[in-house]
């Protein structure tokens, strides 16, 4: 798996961690803008430079959480794709903690996401491990907010 896919893929599952919980805490559906900062990447297998190129980086992105998906519940929005699995999931009183694996290709992908969410906006620090080939352990901070409707 290429760097920018298995960081894309990592990024992914610990952004959408945000508005997805966010809807539980009694979020109205709409436009989230999200932004996720690399704290720390370390990877196997390529030179130190490439890793730290990546530390500090902002990688911002929109998402409209429609009400069908609301209604399904957060779980659904946190997973990237089918092979996602909950190890362990808590949504209470605004503070968000779980733990998730996903299949990406031969790889696996470890998650663990803790967070705080109001109504509006939400903060979450995630860590994230891929096993495989290029082993890449990488951790995060996201910063979201709702931003008004979701534009079609």
């Keep these: ?5 298995r960081l ?12 997805a919980t966010a809807q539980t805490a009694g979020v109205t559906p709409g436009q989230w803008e999200i932004a996720v900062t690399i704290n720390s990447m370390e990877m196997t297998g390529v030179p130190a430079g490439v890793a730290r ?28 794709d089918k ?4 190890k362990r999931y808590s949504m209470v009183n605004g503070r968000l903690s779980s733990e998730m694996t996903c299949k990406q290709g031969g790889d696996v992908m470890t998650a663990v996401t803790e967070g705080r969410f109001d109504a509006t906006s939400f903060t979450a620090t995630g860590r994230s491990t891929t096993t495989g080939q290029m082993p ?7 910063v979201g907010r709702r931003i ?3 534009r079609r």
């Design 1 to 5: 798996m290429k760097i920018s896919t």
């Design 8 to 19: 894309a893929a990592s990024l992914a599952c610990i952004a959408l961690a945000g508005p």
């Design 53 to 80: 190129m990546m530390v500090g980086k902002t990688t911002r992105v929109k998402h409209c959480m429609t009400p069908e998906e609301a209604a399904r519940g957060p779980q659904d929005l946190l997973k990237t």
């Design 83 to 86: 092979s996602c699995v909950f």
């Design 136 to 142: 890449v352990t990488m951790t995060s901070t996201s």
């Design 148 to 150: 008004g409707e979701c």
